[in-house]
């Protein structure tokens, strides 16, 4: 553990991309392709851009800093929050102030931009707290844990595939798996990093997961991973909801690890109007026994489903099915 010879803050500091636009030739822009964004992976992969002449990438930011500790305990000045983008390959930098919000300086927005010309493959975007401390300005007093990594090239938002997908035959592996053995899948968020657990045994599963184009498998194929991911939102936003710190007043906390992004990505869908913080403390109270826990069972499959894009890829299911259909008969 490094040691500072100034006092710097306790709390977390956490970040996470809320947009991304690409920017082409003629200054048009497009919105990155939701699933191109992960909020639990901590990754952006702007190879799942739907043009391949975009010439930047604009990221809006939104960074949430322990305001309270910041104002009781009164050892900082002139407080700051930046994001820094910054790739190795390259010596790329940039650096942009973030505005502060209106609760109190806890949540700051901003936007950052990466030039497709100066960045190669990976660029890691962090967020620091800088304050002056005893005089001395431009001193780091809190850094974001985890930075998030914007891949040039990816097309799949993984770092490192620590958000792992692998295949096992539910009936012959661990013993708890076997009770599962008639499922397609298994969301398993018991590690550092949710897995999902495709069962081999389940016939033709692998091969519609795999499928690709417009042939049925590929159009059927498109609807099941979407069905896949919204088991995934789900099953880590319980996992979330259930694990929270509470601070003495009974308040709950944001995780500072996925969980948080978890929670702050899908708590606008399950109490919309409400801020975050007063709609985590909603969510925990009904949870805990003290409201209408099933009552918001929906709104959690709702968020879910938004997030894994369920709607669009039905849609385009039906219009395949109906593409195939017409040309059987033709």
Known sequence: MRAYPYPRLTGAVTARVTAVRLRGPGETREQLDARGCSV??????????ERDDW???RLSLTATVPAREIETKGHWSDVAVVAVLTEGATNARTVVRLDPGAEGGRDWTGEIELDRDDHLDRASLAVH?????????GRIIASTDQEWMIDVAADAPLRDRQLDVSTVSFARSAEWLRSFRDAPWIVDTSGRMPTV??????EGLIALVEAQGSSAEGVVGEMLLAQMCADVWTAVFHTAIGDLEIEDDGTPLFPPDWRGAVLREMLPDIVPGRSEEDALREVHIRRTGEGGWTDLQPRIQYAAARRAEVPKALAATVRGIERLDQETHA
């Open 197 to 202: 657990r495709l069962n081999s045994d389940f």
């Open 40 to 49: 639990v992976e901590r990754v952006v992969a702007l190879g799942m851009a």
């Open 129 to 137: 707290v800088v304050a002056t401390v005893g005089g001395i300005a």
């Open 55 to 57: 010439q930047t990438a």
